[in-house]
Structures are given as C-alpha cells and as structure tokens.
C-alpha cells in the first residue's frame, strides 16, 4: 500500500467514478483502475461496487476513505510545515450544544492539524459559517447531511436513587420522580409530552441547559437527568445509568454543508467526520 494507492482511491470515494477521478488526479483511466486493484488485493476486499455509471463504496470502502483521508491529510501538513509562509485559511464551523466534550475536542483537533494555516472559529449553529455539526431537524435548504454520531439516551441516577436496583426504568416511575429539565433537547421534546399524554408528573427540580451541569446536580443528589450515552458517562462512579422502556429515545448528529461546495477545510472536516463515524461502530 503505498500514498498513490490511497489518493487515487479517495478521489473515486469522493468523485463517485474511475473516469472523473483519472481526471482530478490527471492520470490515465487503467493505470487508475490498476493501482485500485492492486490496493484491493492487497487488503483482500472490495472496495466499490462497479455500476453501469459510476461505482459506490462497500462497507469497507467507508471504513478505508476515514482512514486514508486522515493519512494523507496528515502528510499533507507533515510537508507544509516546510514551506513559508502558510496562508491562514478562517473557517466557521456551527455546533449546536451537548456534543460531547471529548469527542468533539478530539474531532476538532484532528481537523485543526490537517490543514496548514487553518484558523478555526466556532459559532452559533444558525450564524454565518462554512459548516455547521446539527441534528437533520435543523437542516436548511441547500445543505447536504453526512451523518456522524448516532446517540441513544439513558437516565442518569444519583447515587442511593430508590431506581438504583432496577436494569430499566417505566415511564411510570417518573410519577413524583425528581426531575432535572435540560433544554434544548431532543430527548426531553419526546419524553415530555409523552409523560403529560400519560398523565405522569414528575417533579421538576431544575431546568438548565448543559449536560455537564445536569449531570453535576444528578451527582449532588437534586434529581434525575436524561442524558445522551457518551462513553465516559459509564466510567463515572458518582452517577448510576439505566436504560429507558416504551420509548425510543435517540438522535443523530452529523455535519452539514452546502452541496456542491468543495473546498480544502471542508474535504478534510468531511473526512475526520467519516473517521469519527467509524470509530463510534
């Protein structure tokens, strides 16, 4: 596997075909094909489904394209560092809230060292900006939608909560349950009306906006919360997690963008997604 392998296969990922690739790498369409070939023996898979016009990734190729685009990106800036002056490239970039700290910082670090010069500002999800990483409710006309994270979300317990010895929790145990609101969130924009349409009432504590700061009052013993399960969610020991019944409580994340806009920021924004992705399954 070599860097020619790998760029020729992200510029088919990206073009959707052989031919419109050739021609992006300004390489003859068989030697293309042949280096494609030679990169899927190699990894013993197939890594597009040949149709009559155009080919599709496999799951493989889904899994390849985060790998390769992170590789080459990050050669990229290995050989600019060499070269002065860099140009700063400003980029806005959306973000909604409750991402997930770690997460996040790990995404937006990556994509802040693969582009030389990148001046990174993070704003408002409806401010003027390149890209924005949203819930597809709050997509706008003339953006496309690249899935990152999918969440599903639990209730967070304090410790000593009289639900601690159950694996899951009612919607009927909520009735008097100490209630942490957090809005926005899209969790909560189902569970609630859910609750009033049953003619539970739970006791509402708070209402704040940050998981971090829900999760502070779970932990202080104030009420329940229902958050997203992020990973280190089960490494606490300060809070108890349970699962919710009757109810499918989930989200999805993901970058949008305006079609048919490819710039250098956003080719590399799109690829860390991808990788992303792929590291969440």
Partial sequence: MDIRQLTY????????????????????????????????????????????????????????????????????????????????????????????????????????????????????????????????????????????????????????SALMLQDNIALTDFENLPLIQRSPCDAWNTLYPELVRRGIKPDLRANIQTIEYALGLVSAGVGCAVVPDFDNMRQRNDILIRPINELKLERTIGLAYPKNTHSEPLTMLRQYCQYASSRQH
């Fill in 9 to 160: 296969f992200v510029a088919v990922y990206e073009q959707g075909s052989v031919s419109a690739a050739a021609r992006q790498c300004c390489v003859a369409q068989p030697s293309l094909s042949s280096a494609l070939r030679q990169l899927e023996q190699e990894l013993g898979v197939s890594l597009f489904t040949r149709l009559p016009k155009g080919v599709t990734p496999t799951e493989d190729g889904d899994k390849l394209y985060g790998h390769a685009g992170r590789l080459l990106s990050q050669l990229q800036s290995l050989k600019a560092s060499f070269n002065e002056p860099i140009a700063r490239i400003r980029f806005r970039l959306g973000l909604i809230r409750a991402l997930g700290v770690e997460r996040m910082s790990q995404l937006l670090r990556e994509f802040s060292n693969s582009v030389p010069g990148l001046e990174l500002h993070l704003v408002e999800p409806d401010e003027a900006c390149e890209a924005r990483i949203i819930t597809p409710q709050l997509l706008k006309a003339g953006e496309a939608f690249q899935p990152i994270w999918q969440d599903n979300y639990l209730l967070a317990l304090p410790p000593g």
